[in-house]
Each structure stands twice: as structure tokens, then as C-alpha cells.
């Protein structure tokens, strides 16, 4: 059983913060491209737009 939650959808894009070493870090917020820009946080529940992210996906 999915869990369906925007860091699970493929629409999901997570933002991040580069510091000054190059190193990266995962927000905890990101946006949504379906059907318009949405700010959205990873953990909150999808909404009806929601697909299953691929399994390769990184």
C-alpha cells in the first residue's frame, strides 16, 4: 500500500540549500508542478493529483 504524501508523488519537486563547501541539504518543503506551482511540505497529505513516484527515482 502506497503512502500518499507529496514526497511520494512524481509531480513533487523537494527544494534543498547548497552551503559553502558545495554540500547539500534536503529541506523539508518543496513544490508541486500539477496542474500549477504549489507550495507544498514533503510530509503533508497528496492531493488529488497525486502519482506514484518511480522506484528509481533519486
Not at 529541506?27 to 510530509?43: E, I, N
Request: charged content about 35%.
Amino acid at each position: 500500500m502506497e503512502i500518499r504524501i507529496c514526497k511520494n508523488c512524481k509531480n513533487f519537486r523537494l527544494h534543498y540549500i547548497k552551503y559553502s563547501r558545495g554540500n547539500y541539504c534536503a529541506l523539508q518543503y518543496g513544490h508541486c508542478v500539477k496542474p500549477r506551482l504549489k507550495k507544498r511540505y514533503a510530509d503533508e497529505k497528496a492531493c488529488s493529483y497525486w502519482q506514484e513516484r518511480d522506484e528509481n527515482y533519486h
